[in-house]
């Protein structure tokens, strides 16, 4: 008799140190809140990184699941911004909605457009303008480009001050189409 009292208190004391530990009582809610639709596609996801399949885990394991579950999402996020930051109209229309952070852009071309929004910010005219023209030169010409045509100055530039005077324009810009593959002949005919 005293020995069961013994293991019960054993047990007692056992549970006592798990809720402390913060063994959590397993819920749908963890399972989502780690971004998984069922149970069984997070125990498919816990076997195939390391992770014990079992519902009973510690405070600490769960933690390690959450942040290499973050550290998955983020990683997905950014392939998937990338990728859709490839495509110059997306990535006008992306960095126009402000929906691309700093450390998204990273090359040249992305960089410069970002940094054309950021100087065209505080006039709202202007950015419609902005993007409205490089989204129409984009889609049948060649300027969209760093290249550098004059003093350091890419097409980009100019296309900017284009931008910035839209009241010397001679005709919409929707009307233009290139005449030639020559980005010199086209920047001028713009």
């Known amino acids: ?75 997905e996020d950014l392939v998937r911004q990338s990728k859709r930051l490839r495509n110059p109209r997306h990535l006008i229309d992306a960095i126009h909605a402000r929906s691309v952070d700093h450390g998204a852009v990273t090359t040249p071309l992305q960089a410069r457009i970002y940094a054309l929004f950021n100087d065209f910010e505080e006039q709202r005219l202007a950015v419609a303008r902005l993007r409205r023209l490089l989204l129409h030169v984009e889609s049948v010409g060649k300027l969209v480009a760093v290249t550098p045509f004059r003093d350091g100055r890419t097409w980009l530039d100019g296309l900017a001050a284009m931008a910035a005077h839209d009241a010397a324009w001679l005709r919409p810009v929707e009307s233009w189409k290139p005449s030639s593959h020559n980005v010199r002949r086209q920047f001028a005919s713009l």
């Open 1 to 75: 008799m005293a020995r069961r009292r013994e293991d019960r208190r054993k047990k007692k004391k056992q549970k006592a140190s798990d809720v402390e530990r913060g063994v959590p009582m397993f819920t749908p809610m963890y399972v989502q809140a780690l971004g998984f639709e069922t149970v069984d596609e997070y125990m498919t996801w816990c076997g195939a990184h390391g992770f014990k399949r079992s519902l009973e885990k510690t405070s600490r394991q769960c933690a390690r699941e959450a942040h290499l579950r973050q550290r998955e999402r983020v990683q």
